[in-house]
Protein backbone atom coordinates (compact mmCIF):
# COMPACT_ATOMS: atom_id res chain seq x y z
CA UNK A 1 0.00 0.00 0.00
CA UNK A 2 1.28 3.47 -1.11
CA UNK A 3 2.19 5.97 1.75
CA UNK A 4 0.33 8.76 1.72
CA UNK A 5 1.66 12.16 1.06
CA UNK A 6 0.79 14.10 4.83
CA UNK A 7 1.42 18.19 4.11
CA UNK A 8 1.22 19.40 7.66
CA UNK A 9 3.98 20.20 10.24
CA UNK A 10 4.47 19.15 13.72
CA UNK A 11 3.71 22.05 16.60
CA UNK A 12 6.71 22.38 19.03
CA UNK A 13 5.70 21.43 21.83
CA UNK A 14 3.56 23.66 24.60
CA UNK A 15 6.25 25.73 27.40
CA UNK A 16 7.19 23.47 29.59
CA UNK A 17 5.07 25.10 32.40
CA UNK A 18 2.49 24.55 30.35
CA UNK A 19 2.11 20.63 30.14
CA UNK A 20 4.41 20.36 33.64
CA UNK A 21 1.46 17.73 34.29
CA UNK A 22 2.01 15.57 31.39
CA UNK A 23 5.40 15.00 31.99
CA UNK A 24 6.58 10.47 32.66
CA UNK A 25 7.53 11.44 35.88
CA UNK A 26 4.02 13.25 36.95
CA UNK A 27 1.81 10.63 35.52
CA UNK A 28 -1.24 9.93 37.05
CA UNK A 29 0.55 5.99 38.12
CA UNK A 30 3.28 8.38 40.15
CA UNK A 31 0.92 10.65 41.56
CA UNK A 32 -0.86 7.56 43.33
CA UNK A 33 1.96 6.42 44.50
CA UNK A 34 3.14 9.20 46.15
CA UNK A 35 -0.71 9.76 47.64
CA UNK A 36 -0.35 5.77 49.21
CA UNK A 37 3.27 6.80 50.53
CA UNK A 38 2.25 9.99 52.07
CA UNK A 39 -0.60 9.01 53.92
CA UNK A 40 1.65 6.57 54.99
CA UNK A 41 4.10 8.91 56.29
CA UNK A 42 1.56 10.76 58.18
CA UNK A 43 0.23 7.60 59.63
CA UNK A 44 3.81 7.08 60.85
CA UNK A 45 4.18 10.93 62.11
CA UNK A 46 0.37 10.05 64.16
CA UNK A 47 2.29 6.98 65.70
CA UNK A 48 5.00 9.11 66.96
CA UNK A 49 3.68 11.77 67.70
CA UNK A 50 0.59 11.06 69.31
CA UNK A 51 -0.18 7.38 69.22
CA UNK A 52 3.14 6.94 71.26
CA UNK A 53 3.65 3.28 69.27
CA UNK A 54 7.34 3.40 70.46
CA UNK A 55 7.27 4.04 74.27
CA UNK A 56 9.14 2.63 77.17
CA UNK A 57 5.86 0.57 77.96
CA UNK A 58 6.90 -1.51 74.70
CA UNK A 59 5.72 -1.34 71.24
CA UNK A 60 2.10 -1.55 69.68
CA UNK A 61 3.01 -4.31 67.60
CA UNK A 62 -0.73 -5.23 66.18
CA UNK A 63 -1.05 -1.50 64.83
CA UNK A 64 2.03 -2.23 63.09
CA UNK A 65 1.03 -5.55 61.89
CA UNK A 66 -2.55 -4.13 60.60
CA UNK A 67 -0.88 -1.10 58.83
CA UNK A 68 1.50 -4.09 56.76
CA UNK A 69 -1.81 -6.05 56.27
CA UNK A 70 -3.99 -3.22 54.99
CA UNK A 71 -1.22 -1.72 52.51
CA UNK A 72 -0.27 -5.43 51.38
CA UNK A 73 -4.44 -5.82 50.88
CA UNK A 74 -4.19 -2.25 49.06
CA UNK A 75 -1.90 -3.72 46.95
CA UNK A 76 -3.61 -7.72 46.05
CA UNK A 77 -7.08 -6.03 45.49
CA UNK A 78 -6.54 -3.24 43.09
CA UNK A 79 -4.98 -6.48 40.93
CA UNK A 80 -8.58 -8.01 41.34
CA UNK A 81 -10.39 -8.55 38.14
CA UNK A 82 -13.45 -7.79 39.57
CA UNK A 83 -12.35 -4.74 40.76
CA UNK A 84 -10.15 -3.91 37.86
CA UNK A 85 -13.69 -3.63 36.13
CA UNK A 86 -15.58 -1.52 38.11
CA UNK A 87 -13.02 1.09 38.24
CA UNK A 88 -12.85 1.12 34.35
CA UNK A 89 -16.98 1.44 34.63
CA UNK A 90 -17.37 3.85 36.86
CA UNK A 91 -14.44 6.33 35.04
CA UNK A 92 -16.28 5.35 31.69
CA UNK A 93 -20.15 6.50 33.47
CA UNK A 94 -18.57 10.25 32.42
CA UNK A 95 -21.01 11.79 29.50
CA UNK A 96 -19.06 13.20 26.36
CA UNK A 97 -20.83 16.23 27.20
CA UNK A 98 -19.03 16.67 30.42
CA UNK A 99 -15.29 19.10 29.72
CA UNK A 100 -12.31 17.37 27.93
CA UNK A 101 -10.42 17.99 30.80
CA UNK A 102 -12.38 15.91 33.22
CA UNK A 103 -12.54 13.08 30.86
CA UNK A 104 -8.67 13.36 29.60
CA UNK A 105 -8.27 12.53 33.82
CA UNK A 106 -11.06 9.92 34.19
CA UNK A 107 -9.28 8.37 31.08
CA UNK A 108 -6.23 7.79 33.11
CA UNK A 109 -8.16 4.93 35.10
CA UNK A 110 -5.58 2.23 33.81
CA UNK A 111 -2.50 3.78 35.94
CA UNK A 112 -4.55 2.13 39.15
CA UNK A 113 -1.68 0.02 39.18
CA UNK A 114 0.24 3.14 40.94
CA UNK A 115 -1.67 2.09 43.96
CA UNK A 116 -0.64 -1.27 43.41
CA UNK A 117 3.45 0.00 43.54
CA UNK A 118 2.41 2.23 46.34
CA UNK A 119 0.84 0.00 48.79
CA UNK A 120 3.35 -2.98 48.31
CA UNK A 121 6.32 -0.48 48.73
CA UNK A 122 4.36 1.06 52.37
CA UNK A 123 3.84 -2.52 53.21
CA UNK A 124 7.18 -3.70 52.88
CA UNK A 125 8.57 -0.90 54.49
CA UNK A 126 6.18 -0.84 57.65
CA UNK A 127 7.28 -5.13 57.99
CA UNK A 128 10.67 -3.57 57.98
CA UNK A 129 10.00 -1.80 60.91
CA UNK A 130 7.83 -3.96 62.16
CA UNK A 131 10.16 -6.90 62.06
CA UNK A 132 12.94 -4.52 63.49
CA UNK A 133 10.64 -3.69 66.41
CA UNK A 134 10.01 -6.88 67.15
CA UNK A 135 14.01 -7.87 67.53
CA UNK A 136 14.06 -4.97 69.85
CA UNK A 137 11.29 -5.96 72.12
CA UNK A 138 13.18 -9.75 72.19
CA UNK A 139 15.86 -8.57 73.38
CA UNK A 140 15.73 -5.34 75.28
CA UNK A 141 12.09 -4.25 76.00
CA UNK A 142 9.22 -5.56 78.14
CA UNK A 143 7.48 -8.43 77.16
CA UNK A 144 8.77 -10.84 75.29
CA UNK A 145 8.17 -11.96 71.29
CA UNK A 146 8.96 -15.29 70.32
CA UNK A 147 11.82 -16.79 68.04
CA UNK A 148 8.79 -18.62 66.35
CA UNK A 149 7.31 -15.27 65.37
CA UNK A 150 10.52 -13.92 64.74
CA UNK A 151 11.57 -16.16 62.27
CA UNK A 152 8.61 -16.60 60.81
CA UNK A 153 9.15 -12.05 60.17
CA UNK A 154 12.13 -12.55 58.81
CA UNK A 155 11.29 -15.60 56.26
CA UNK A 156 8.25 -13.11 55.41
CA UNK A 157 10.32 -10.06 54.79
CA UNK A 158 12.96 -11.55 52.80
CA UNK A 159 10.44 -13.06 50.17
CA UNK A 160 8.64 -9.74 50.42
CA UNK A 161 12.00 -8.37 49.31
CA UNK A 162 12.67 -10.48 46.31
CA UNK A 163 9.28 -9.75 45.05
CA UNK A 164 9.71 -6.26 45.23
CA UNK A 165 13.47 -6.26 43.88
CA UNK A 166 12.06 -8.82 40.68
CA UNK A 167 9.63 -6.15 40.06
CA UNK A 168 11.99 -3.19 39.70
CA UNK A 169 11.14 -2.36 35.72
CA UNK A 170 14.66 -3.09 34.83
CA UNK A 171 14.72 -6.83 36.22
CA UNK A 172 11.05 -7.29 35.04
CA UNK A 173 11.95 -6.39 31.58
CA UNK A 174 14.64 -8.26 31.08
CA UNK A 175 13.93 -11.69 32.97
CA UNK A 176 9.86 -11.45 32.53
CA UNK A 177 9.60 -14.93 33.03
CA UNK A 178 11.56 -14.59 36.35
CA UNK A 179 9.65 -11.77 37.14
CA UNK A 180 6.20 -13.41 36.58
CA UNK A 181 6.86 -16.74 38.57
CA UNK A 182 8.46 -14.81 41.59
CA UNK A 183 5.86 -13.38 42.09
CA UNK A 184 3.46 -16.29 42.01
CA UNK A 185 5.33 -18.81 43.90
CA UNK A 186 7.01 -16.09 46.42
CA UNK A 187 3.53 -14.73 46.83
CA UNK A 188 2.40 -17.73 47.65
CA UNK A 189 4.72 -18.89 49.97
CA UNK A 190 4.19 -15.25 51.53
CA UNK A 191 0.44 -15.60 51.67
CA UNK A 192 1.11 -19.05 53.64
CA UNK A 193 3.71 -17.14 55.89
CA UNK A 194 1.12 -14.34 56.97
CA UNK A 195 -1.62 -17.32 57.85
CA UNK A 196 1.28 -18.96 60.06
CA UNK A 197 2.35 -15.54 61.03
CA UNK A 198 -1.65 -14.51 62.40
CA UNK A 199 -2.28 -17.63 63.86
CA UNK A 200 1.33 -17.68 65.77
CA UNK A 201 0.52 -13.90 67.05
CA UNK A 202 -3.20 -14.53 67.93
CA UNK A 203 -1.81 -17.65 70.34
CA UNK A 204 0.66 -15.29 72.03
CA UNK A 205 -1.65 -12.19 72.36
CA UNK A 206 -3.69 -13.95 74.55
CA UNK A 207 -2.89 -17.05 75.83
CA UNK A 208 -6.05 -17.72 78.04
CA UNK A 209 -8.86 -17.00 75.08
CA UNK A 210 -9.86 -19.62 72.73
CA UNK A 211 -8.21 -18.83 69.05
CA UNK A 212 -11.24 -18.32 67.67
CA UNK A 213 -12.21 -15.51 69.52
CA UNK A 214 -8.83 -13.71 69.08
CA UNK A 215 -9.11 -13.92 65.52
CA UNK A 216 -12.76 -12.82 65.15
CA UNK A 217 -11.96 -9.70 66.79
CA UNK A 218 -8.70 -8.98 64.41
CA UNK A 219 -9.41 -6.99 61.69
CA UNK A 220 -6.07 -8.18 60.26
CA UNK A 221 -7.88 -11.65 60.38
CA UNK A 222 -10.23 -10.52 58.06
CA UNK A 223 -8.12 -8.54 56.14
CA UNK A 224 -6.39 -11.40 54.98
CA UNK A 225 -8.71 -14.07 54.70
CA UNK A 226 -10.70 -11.04 51.86
CA UNK A 227 -6.93 -11.30 50.14
CA UNK A 228 -6.55 -14.75 50.05
CA UNK A 229 -10.35 -15.47 48.44
CA UNK A 230 -8.83 -12.32 46.39
CA UNK A 231 -6.14 -14.48 45.35
CA UNK A 232 -7.74 -17.92 44.90
CA UNK A 233 -10.83 -16.57 42.96
CA UNK A 234 -9.26 -16.92 39.33
CA UNK A 235 -7.79 -19.83 40.00
CA UNK A 236 -11.31 -21.28 40.91
CA UNK A 237 -12.16 -20.61 37.23
CA UNK A 238 -9.28 -22.16 35.99
CA UNK A 239 -10.49 -24.11 32.74
CA UNK A 240 -9.36 -25.76 29.67
CA UNK A 241 -10.57 -24.55 26.75
CA UNK A 242 -10.38 -25.81 23.53
CA UNK A 243 -9.13 -23.25 20.36
CA UNK A 244 -9.23 -23.26 16.37
CA UNK A 245 -6.18 -21.40 14.55
CA UNK A 246 -5.44 -20.00 11.24
CA UNK A 247 -2.02 -19.45 10.76
CA UNK A 248 -1.84 -16.81 7.91
CA UNK A 249 1.82 -16.59 8.04
CA UNK A 250 4.83 -17.79 9.96
CA UNK A 251 5.18 -14.90 11.90
CA UNK A 252 1.19 -14.52 13.69
CA UNK A 253 -1.61 -16.67 14.33
CA UNK A 254 -5.23 -15.83 14.59
CA UNK A 255 -6.82 -17.63 17.49
CA UNK A 256 -10.64 -18.57 18.06
CA UNK A 257 -11.99 -19.94 21.45
CA UNK A 258 -16.03 -20.10 21.41
CA UNK A 259 -16.02 -20.90 25.53
CA UNK A 260 -17.53 -17.37 25.77
CA UNK A 261 -18.24 -14.09 24.23
CA UNK A 262 -16.25 -10.94 25.71
CA UNK A 263 -16.95 -7.05 25.70
CA UNK A 264 -14.98 -4.97 23.03
CA UNK A 265 -11.75 -3.02 24.88
CA UNK A 266 -11.15 -6.50 27.46
CA UNK A 267 -8.11 -8.96 27.13
CA UNK A 268 -8.01 -12.44 28.09
CA UNK A 269 -4.77 -13.99 29.80
CA UNK A 270 -3.96 -17.32 28.31
CA UNK A 271 -1.36 -20.51 28.98
CA UNK A 272 -0.11 -23.63 27.82
CA UNK A 273 0.85 -24.55 31.30
CA UNK A 274 -1.45 -23.10 34.33
CA UNK A 275 1.54 -22.86 36.54
CA UNK A 276 4.31 -21.60 34.80
CA UNK A 277 3.67 -18.76 32.13
CA UNK A 278 1.00 -16.82 31.13
CA UNK A 279 0.26 -14.11 28.37
CA UNK A 280 -2.45 -11.69 27.43
CA UNK A 281 -4.00 -10.95 24.71
CA UNK A 282 -6.52 -8.47 23.76
CA UNK A 283 -9.54 -10.33 22.80
CA UNK A 284 -11.63 -9.50 19.22
CA UNK A 285 -15.59 -10.20 19.50
CA UNK A 286 -17.50 -9.96 16.59
CA UNK A 287 -21.04 -8.40 17.02
CA UNK A 288 -23.71 -11.21 16.21
CA UNK A 289 -21.22 -13.90 17.00
CA UNK A 290 -20.46 -15.89 19.27
CA UNK A 291 -16.56 -16.55 20.74
CA UNK A 292 -13.76 -14.24 19.50
CA UNK A 293 -10.71 -14.43 18.66
CA UNK A 294 -7.26 -13.36 19.69
CA UNK A 295 -4.00 -12.09 17.48
CA UNK A 296 -1.04 -13.66 18.32
CA UNK A 297 2.37 -12.37 16.89
CA UNK A 298 6.05 -13.88 16.97
CA UNK A 299 7.69 -11.90 19.93
CA UNK A 300 9.49 -14.53 22.07
CA UNK A 301 10.06 -17.72 22.61
CA UNK A 302 6.58 -18.75 24.25
CA UNK A 303 4.61 -17.01 20.67
CA UNK A 304 7.17 -18.73 18.63
CA UNK A 305 6.27 -22.35 20.13
CA UNK A 306 2.50 -20.82 19.80
CA UNK A 307 2.51 -20.46 16.16
CA UNK A 308 4.98 -23.35 15.32
CA UNK A 309 3.49 -25.97 17.83
CA UNK A 310 -0.28 -25.08 17.63
CA UNK A 311 -1.98 -26.43 20.40
CA UNK A 312 -5.61 -27.93 20.32
CA UNK A 313 -6.54 -26.19 24.02
CA UNK A 314 -4.97 -23.66 26.20
CA UNK A 315 -5.68 -22.86 29.79
CA UNK A 316 -7.58 -19.98 30.64
CA UNK A 317 -8.95 -18.22 34.59
CA UNK A 318 -10.42 -15.66 36.09
CA UNK A 319 -12.51 -13.05 33.97
CA UNK A 320 -12.37 -10.99 30.84
CA UNK A 321 -10.61 -7.96 32.16
CA UNK A 322 -10.89 -4.28 30.84
CA UNK A 323 -7.47 -3.15 28.90
CA UNK A 324 -6.60 0.77 28.36
CA UNK A 325 -8.87 1.06 24.72
CA UNK A 326 -11.65 0.74 26.93
CA UNK A 327 -11.65 3.72 27.89
CA UNK A 328 -12.41 5.57 24.27
CA UNK A 329 -16.02 5.87 25.19
CA UNK A 330 -14.80 8.93 27.26
CA UNK A 331 -14.55 10.62 24.02
CA UNK A 332 -16.27 11.59 21.11
CA UNK A 333 -13.78 10.77 18.19
CA UNK A 334 -11.02 8.95 18.52
CA UNK A 335 -7.47 8.55 16.58
CA UNK A 336 -5.98 4.88 16.95
CA UNK A 337 -1.98 4.06 16.35
CA UNK A 338 -1.59 0.42 16.20
CA UNK A 339 1.56 -1.20 14.42
CA UNK A 340 1.94 -4.35 14.27
CA UNK A 341 0.05 -7.52 15.54
CA UNK A 342 -1.54 -4.12 17.99
CA UNK A 343 -3.75 -4.03 15.24
CA UNK A 344 -5.93 -6.75 17.55
CA UNK A 345 -6.30 -4.40 20.66
CA UNK A 346 -7.62 -1.97 17.93
CA UNK A 347 -10.25 -4.27 16.00
CA UNK A 348 -13.14 -4.56 18.49
CA UNK A 349 -13.37 -1.27 18.60
CA UNK A 350 -13.59 -0.84 14.92
CA UNK A 351 -16.19 -3.62 14.87
CA UNK A 352 -18.29 -2.24 17.74
CA UNK A 353 -18.75 1.15 16.30
CA UNK A 354 -19.30 2.92 19.57
CA UNK A 355 -17.12 5.89 18.87
CA UNK A 356 -16.19 7.27 15.36
CA UNK A 357 -12.61 6.47 14.34
CA UNK A 358 -9.71 6.66 12.63
CA UNK A 359 -7.25 4.19 12.30
CA UNK A 360 -3.44 4.26 11.33
CA UNK A 361 -1.87 1.13 10.89
CA UNK A 362 1.55 0.64 10.20
CA UNK A 363 3.02 -3.04 9.95
CA UNK A 364 5.43 -5.39 7.50
CA UNK A 365 3.24 -6.68 4.38
CA UNK A 366 -0.16 -6.93 6.08
CA UNK A 367 -1.96 -9.45 3.99
CA UNK A 368 1.05 -11.89 3.47
CA UNK A 369 1.45 -11.24 7.65
CA UNK A 370 -2.03 -11.25 8.76
CA UNK A 371 -4.35 -12.62 5.83
CA UNK A 372 -6.38 -11.30 3.11
CA UNK A 373 -9.76 -11.75 4.98
CA UNK A 374 -8.47 -9.99 8.59
CA UNK A 375 -7.09 -6.70 6.31
CA UNK A 376 -10.36 -6.63 4.26
CA UNK A 377 -12.39 -6.94 7.76
CA UNK A 378 -10.29 -3.80 8.98
CA UNK A 379 -11.37 -1.81 5.74
CA UNK A 380 -14.77 -2.94 5.32
CA UNK A 381 -14.81 -1.87 9.05
CA UNK A 382 -12.63 1.66 8.55
CA UNK A 383 -12.34 2.31 4.70
CA UNK A 384 -11.08 5.68 5.82
CA UNK A 385 -8.07 3.29 7.68
CA UNK A 386 -4.89 4.33 6.76
CA UNK A 387 -2.47 0.82 6.54
CA UNK A 388 1.36 1.48 6.03
CA UNK A 389 3.29 -1.05 4.32
CA UNK A 390 7.19 -0.72 5.87
CA UNK A 391 8.14 -3.48 3.49
CA UNK A 392 6.88 -0.85 0.58
CA UNK A 393 7.44 2.70 2.15
CA UNK A 394 9.61 2.45 5.04
CA UNK A 395 8.83 3.05 8.61
CA UNK A 396 6.43 6.01 8.80
CA UNK A 397 6.69 9.04 11.16
CA UNK A 398 3.41 7.97 13.27
CA UNK A 399 3.60 11.10 15.08
CA UNK A 400 3.25 14.04 12.22
CA UNK A 401 0.60 11.12 11.10
CA UNK A 402 -1.07 11.30 14.32
CA UNK A 403 -1.01 14.85 14.70
CA UNK A 404 -2.63 15.28 10.82
CA UNK A 405 -5.08 12.85 11.61
CA UNK A 406 -6.25 14.72 14.75
CA UNK A 407 -6.40 17.70 13.15
CA UNK A 408 -8.40 16.35 9.88
CA UNK A 409 -10.89 13.93 11.98
CA UNK A 410 -11.11 16.40 14.26
CA UNK A 411 -10.30 13.38 16.78
CA UNK A 412 -10.25 14.68 20.96
CA UNK A 413 -7.61 11.65 21.85
CA UNK A 414 -4.99 9.44 20.69
CA UNK A 415 -4.94 5.56 21.53
CA UNK A 416 -1.30 4.14 21.43
CA UNK A 417 -0.99 0.05 20.38
CA UNK A 418 2.83 -0.59 20.13
CA UNK A 419 5.56 -1.53 21.71
CA UNK A 420 6.67 0.61 24.74
CA UNK A 421 9.14 2.69 23.79
CA UNK A 422 6.83 3.95 21.02
CA UNK A 423 3.95 3.86 22.38
CA UNK A 424 5.62 6.54 25.52
CA UNK A 425 7.08 8.24 22.62
CA UNK A 426 3.55 8.67 20.71
CA UNK A 427 1.85 9.50 24.46
CA UNK A 428 4.44 12.17 25.66
CA UNK A 429 4.48 13.79 22.21
CA UNK A 430 0.55 14.28 21.76
CA UNK A 431 0.28 15.38 24.90
CA UNK A 432 3.00 17.60 25.07
CA UNK A 433 1.16 19.68 22.02
CA UNK A 434 -2.16 19.89 24.01
CA UNK A 435 -3.72 15.94 22.81
CA UNK A 436 -5.12 13.45 25.24
CA UNK A 437 -3.03 10.42 24.40
CA UNK A 438 -2.77 7.02 25.97
CA UNK A 439 -1.27 3.61 26.09
CA UNK A 440 -0.22 0.82 27.79
CA UNK A 441 2.14 1.24 30.44
CA UNK A 442 3.59 -2.02 31.22
CA UNK A 443 3.45 -2.01 34.82
CA UNK A 444 2.76 -5.55 35.68
Not at 26 to 40: E, G, I, P, Q, T
Not at 76 to 81: E, V
Not at 117 to 125: D, K, P, R, V
Not at 339 to 356: D, E, F, Y
Amino acid sequence: MSAPQVNIVLPARRPLWQRLGTLPMFSHYNRLVVLVLACNMAVLVYGIKVGQWWSTAGVNLPMLSALVVANLSLAILIRQQYLINLLFWLATRAPTTWPLAVRRSLAKVYHFGGLHSGGAMAAIAWFALLFGSMIWQRLEGPGGVSLTLIGLSGGLLGLLLLVAVMAMPTLRGRFHNAFERTHRFAGWAALAMFWAMTLVSAREQDRAAALNDVLAQSASFWMLLLVTMSIALPWLRLRKVPVSLVRPSSHAVIVRLEHHTPFAGSATAISRNPLWEWHSFANIPTPGKEGFRLIISRAGDWTGAFIEQAPTHVWVKGITTAGVAHIETLFKSVVYIATGSGIGPVLPHLLARQVPIRLIWSTRSPRATYGDSLVDEILEAQPDALIWDTDVSGKPDLLTLAYAAVQSFGAEAVICISNQRLTERVVEEMEARGIPAYGAIWDS
